[in-house]
């Protein structure tokens, strides 16, 4: 095997997470973590996930259960966004965009407002999907590094002498990074302030000066000030991959930043080159991949900062413009490649912030009136749909 | 009819956009209402008004589609010439057909019944790499990924340790195809009996006529005539066609499925063609049907590739489908249909006759209120049987983006944003078919080997080399699996594979490779014959 030694430099939670998951990967390559000069980030004591934690877990062997009780882990299967700017919007942590008769749910639910009706966000919910995660974030780095040292990373101070066949930076550089602070707010590490609140919904406050989440696990206070918000425009050169804040820079809501570190660690890992030659061709693929996604996420981001207080569309990024001047016009989303967010969510977050359509599909307009009812009405029990 | 709620909902959804986009104080209702009824351009309320132009395979599947889906919501007219052939390409489909037709709700017997059908499980390819070699690029995957890794990088290993069967062995559709045996997929949740998909080879003459009922039934109304000019309006949309008997047939919105033609598309509209005959030369097809010979009906299409293109075969219920795709400027038609007379296996049962054509597509296949549906909004050669796949492709598009009364800039570009996407990956992959070969000997071959390629196709090879990868993109008609098939089978073989691949001990490997390939032809064993499939299904029809 050519690939004998990796190295993952960094301390927080997304070196440990990339360093295992490497090794659980390619059980006969040397994988090293470089802890020299890192910092601890403290992590707050809270962290959040999607629901891709639990798919990450069951790739590197990590049980669930003990991830949810050393780690104090709760499930959330919905974050509110509470009183920005006078809008509350509800997020489920999976939706889907849905069709009945070739015309979409939602389409049919904005033809038919009817205050009594559920919401479009709990329509489109899929009520089966995997919940994200609040948890210690402490007490998961802990279970992390003794996982680590148990299959057999190495933990070293200062960088060995050999070139590894990859290294993994967590460390954020200051050259490449795409500035996008023009539409996301910066935010410092926050601190907690008080016990969490019992329930399997996460809130999230904004008042333009500070970012409070409460979910059952932590209550936690973000400040502005921090990192740039933004991302590394080539995350791969030469036998470099930038991994979690080192690649990208999202504000501490919707378990962001550690699904896009996961996200990042997974693709890494499908493309490992296997041969020195195959470096370019592989990591401008990585990169043409991870550009992609990692635009998805700032967009989905920063969506709520910008919608929430009415943001002219031209001041937004392209994507997120072209997303709500579509959504505006008929109340579609176009097509988007290697979006990590599924369109249902989008959806439930445009119509959530207020904004809607001038017009909607025609296909939507064919069923008649009792028919559209009937439609949402079994869509709201969780009727199957298919069986329509 | 709009209703006078819908048109205040539109009212305010007309509102809300002006608060948000302008920060002004919101419209009056009735001023809004007022904004929307000037839009219209002719002032008139009702359904919008769609006139298709051309009957042909893309004209009655877009009239059948749109009555279907949008009902009441339009006025549907299409003209078409009983003077005026049908092209009818397309004998051979793909599996994405079947979902058309179901949504439809046209049962698949009848289909099947009334268009001469046979099922088909992939297409052969024959002499494409080398001559000697073939493979079957099957509507289904090789194997099935193992701890996240695709199976071909397992069976690179394998290969490359001299110990592994040929990859179609791991392959359910390939193996059935191979045994002319079919049965349809069982939905099961078991990984193999679930593992592919079916498509269908059909007469494509008989598609149009069966639609045309449909649609009449659903009142799409038909005119016979021959268009001979396009009307355009003070604002340079199309307003009106007129047929050669001076009838004006006005419409909101034309769909131009006149071929080759393109009366709207490029007659009226002069929208430019872009050519790719740089990659792709064959220009010419002589078409032969002859008698199906007795014996098995194979499940698949053939594709052979000749001194100058290649050739088809498609075996229906009925007859043989044959032709030969030429490049003219290394064959002349003459000796092609010669050709192509000699290698039919059955009596021919007409003349050869030449189609002519040139791939490309449309720079834009939305201009205006006219949408270029089929041929005359672009034409890639029937390699991959993608024909009647990008009619259905545009058609769902145009659904999906369908004007509510007024066409909107917006709308136009997404539509035509994701048709070029389509047309141009479909492209690359059928070039991929004639540059992937290591034959030398014709002029045409070498030229094919030899020529410059997109970069777009061109990066996607790189990426196979380094590592056995395929770029990934989730729109699109082939996927990983097709890219797969293409380069294992012409002989494309990566320097390396996913060094995940080489985590299971050899023996452990091959163990589970044997078995998976000894489950496969078990399966396949216990299969009908593909006839008997076929007379299963079709018998009930015929009493």
């Known amino acids: 095997m050519t690939v004998r030694a990796i190295h993952v430099r960094g301390g927080g939670i997304p070196a440990m997470a990339a360093a295992i998951a490497f090794r659980r990967a390619l059980p006969g390559a040397a994988v090293t973590l470089i802890a020299a000069g890192v910092e601890d980030k403290g992590d707050a004591g809270w962290s959040a996930g999607g629901p891709l934690l639990a798919d990450f877990h069951a790739k590197i062997g990590l049980d669930q259960a003990r991830f949810a009780a050393e780690c104090r882990a709760m499930p959330v299967q919905t974050t509110c966004l509470t009183g920005w700017h006078g809008h509350d919007v509800t997020l489920p942590e999976k939706a889907e965009e849905m069709f009945v008769d070739g015309a979409a749910l939602h389409q049919l639910w904005l033809r038919r407002p009817d205050p009594s009706r559920a919401s479009l966000s709990r329509l489109l919910a899929d009520p089966d999907a995997a919940p994200g995660w609040r948890f210690d974030g402490s007490a998961y780095r802990a279970l992390l590094t003794r996982m680590a040292s148990a299959i057999g990373v190495a933990r070293v101070g200062e960088a060995p002498c050999e070139t590894p066949w990859l290294l993994c930076e967590t460390r954020r550089g200051e050259n490449g990074w795409a500035d996008w602070s023009d539409w996301l707010p910066a935010f410092d590490n926050g601190t907690v302030t008080l016990p969490g609140e019992t329930h399997d919904m996460e809130r999230i406050c904004w008042d333009g000066e ?144 207020g904004l809607t359509p001038d017009r909607i599909d025609p296909t939507a307009r064919v069923p008649d009136d009792a028919r559209a009812d009937h439609i949402l009405t079994r869509a709201a029990a969780r009727h199957p749909l298919h069986q329509e | 009819m709009v209703t006078v709620k819908a048109a205040l909902d539109a009212a305010v959804f007309r509102m809300a956009r002006t608060r948000y986009e302008t920060g002004a104080a919101p419209t009056s209702r009735e001023s809004a209402l007022d904004e929307r009824g000037a839009a219209r351009t002719d002032g008139a309320a009702g359904p919008m008004r769609v006139v298709i132009v051309g009957g042909g395979t893309a004209g009655w599947m877009t009239a059948a589609a749109l009555a279907k889906f949008l009902g009441r919501q339009i006025d549907i007219r299409l003209v078409e010439s009983e003077e005026i052939g049908i092209v009818g390409v397309g004998e051979a489909t793909l599996p994405h057909l079947r979902a058309f037709i179901r949504r439809l709700g046209i049962d698949e017997a009848a289909f099947m019944q009334a268009t001469g059908a046979t099922f088909k499980l992939g297409i052969d390819f024959r002499d494409f790499g080398a001559i000697g070699e073939s493979y079957i690029h099957p509507f289904g995957a090789y194997g099935f990924d193992m701890a996240d890794v695709g199976f071909h990088h397992y069976w690179l290993r394998a290969r490359s340790a001299g110990s592994v069967q040929p990859i179609g062995a791991f392959s359910l559709p390939i193996v059935a195809a191979r045994a002319n045996r079919f049965t349809p997929p069982l939905h099961n949740g078991d990984p193999i009996d679930s593992s592919y998909g079916y498509a269908y080879q059909f007469d494509a003459t008989r598609l149009a006529p069966m639609l045309r009922s449909f649609s009449e039934a659903r009142a799409v109304r038909r005119r016979e005539g021959r268009v ?205 078919h004639y540059h992937a070969t290591r034959r030398t000997d014709s002029a045409f071959w070498n030229h094919v080997r030899t020529m410059d390629i997109p970069e777009t196709l061109s990066r996607k090879m790189e990426l196979w080399h380094a590592g056995a990868q395929v770029e990934a993109y989730q729109e699109g008609l082939f996927l990983e699996a097709s890219w797969v098939a293409v380069y294992l089978g012409q002989g494309i073989l990566p320097s390396a594979w996913d060094p995940r691949a080489d985590n299971p001990a050899a023996q452990a490997l091959s163990g589970a490779m044997d078995d998976l390939s000894r489950t496969i032809a078990a399966r396949v064993a216990a299969m009908p014959d593909h006839r008997a499939t076929l007379d299963g299904l079709l018998r009930p029809q015929a009493a």
């Open chain 2, 228 to 432: 001979v000019r396009a009307e355009r309006g003070e604002d340079g949309d199309i307003a009106a066609v007129i047929l050669e008997d001076g009838t004006r047939m006005a419409g909101d919105l034309f769909v131009d499925c006149s071929g080759f033609r393109a009366l709207l598309i490029d007659g009226a509209l002069e929208e430019p063609w872009e050519d790719w005959s740089r990659w792709l030369p064959c220009d010419r097809a002589a078409a032969l049907p002859c008698a199906a010979p007795p014996g098995p009906i194979e499940p698949y299409t053939r594709a052979t590739a000749m001194a100058s293109g290649w050739r088809w075969r498609i075996p229906l219920q009925h007859r043989i489908g044959n032709g030969y795709v030429f490049s003219s400027a290394h064959l002349s038609e003459d000796e092609a249909c010669a050709q192509i007379l000699g290698a039919v296996e059955g009596e021919p049962l007409a003349d050869p006759r030449v189609l002519r054509f040139r791939a490309g597509r449309r720079d834009r296949s939305w201009v205006r209120n006219v949408v270029a549906i089929g041929l005359s909004g672009g034409f890639l050669e029937p390699l991959e049987s993608t024909s009647i796949h990008l009619v259905q492709m545009a058609i769902t598009r145009l659904i999906a983006l369908f004007p509510d009364r007024e066409i909107a800039a917006i709308d136009r570009d997404e539509y035509n944003r994701l048709v070029d996407l389509e047309y141009d990956r479909v492209r690359d992959f059928l070039i991929l």
């Open chain 1, 210 to 353: 500070q970012l409070e989440a409460t979910s059952p696990a932590h209550r936690i206070c973000f400040s502005l000030g921090g990192p740039v918000p933004g991302r590394q425009s080539q995350p791969w050169t030469d036998r470099t991959i930038r991994l979690g804040d080192a690649a990208i820079g999202l504000p501490p809501v919707l378990g962001l930043p550690l699904t896009a570190a996961l996200q990042d660690i997974l693709r890494a890992i499908r493309f490992i080159p296997p041969t020195e030659a195959a470096f370019p061709a592989v990591a401008r693929e990585y990169n043409r991949q991870t550009e992609t996604a990692h635009r998805a996420l700032l967009e989905w981001a920063a969506a709520p900062f910008l919608l929430t207080r009415g943001a002219a569309i031209a001041a937004m990024p392209p994507g997120l413009a072209a997303i709500v001047r579509h959504f505006i016009h008929r109340g579609r989303l176009p097509v988007r490649e290697g979006d990590p967010v599924a369109r249902g969510r989008w959806i439930a977050l445009l119509a959530g912030c």
